[in-house]
């Protein structure tokens, strides 16, 4: 009896270890199941991050090409608004120039009306000799004499003639 006491422990512990190894066997395969399918994980993750890093560095690359078009454009821009400033100081300055000529232009209208005046009157009165002059219109002070007509240094004498020689 004590036999079959033994054989049926050592038949039910055999079975029970059976059980036992199938069951850790099982364990095994899922976990190297689950191993390797965060092995892939971990594979496809090194992927994704050699491919951010790629256009982490592609962007950079973007980044640095547009600070330098940026800094080019303020330079630009500097020197635009340099010339705009140097540009609006001379309409300034002409804007004086043009305002001390109109003065000056008005001074001298002035004074062109007063000595037509005057040349008038004088005009008007009977000369020294005792003639009379003629209703004669005054002459128009922005009227250029003719050159050929008075000579500067003799008066009214007319030019010497020249020949070719």
Do not use: C, F, Y
């Not at 050592?10 to 069951?23: D, G, L, R, V």
């Not at 090194?46 to 980044?63: C, F, P, S, W, Y």
């Not at 008005?106 to 005792?130: C, M, V, Y």
Request: charged residues 30%; without cysteine.
């Amino acid at each position: 009896m004590i036999g079959m006491v033994v054989s049926g422990i050592t038949s039910a512990n055999a079975q029970s270890k059976k059980e036992k190894i199938e069951m850790l066997t099982r364990k095994m395969d899922s976990l190297e199941k689950t191993l390797s399918v965060k092995n892939e994980s971990l594979v496809q993750l090194q992927v994704k991050l050699a491919r951010q890093e790629g256009t982490t560095d592609a962007h950079n690359a973007e980044i640095k090409r547009l600070e330098s078009k940026t800094d080019s454009l303020k330079e630009m821009l500097i020197s635009k608004n340099m010339t705009i400033e140097s540009q609006a100081s001379k309409i300034t300055q002409l804007s004086t120039d043009i305002s001390g000529l109109q003065a000056q232009q008005k001074e001298w209208t002035s004074k062109n009306e007063a000595l037509a005046a005057e040349l008038t009157s004088l005009k008007q009165k009977p000369s020294d000799t005792g003639t009379i002059v003629s209703d004669a219109k005054p002459a128009d002070p922005l009227k250029k004499e003719d050159p050929k007509a008075v000579n500067p240094v003799s008066g009214n004498k007319p030019n010497p003639v020249i020949k070719n020689q």
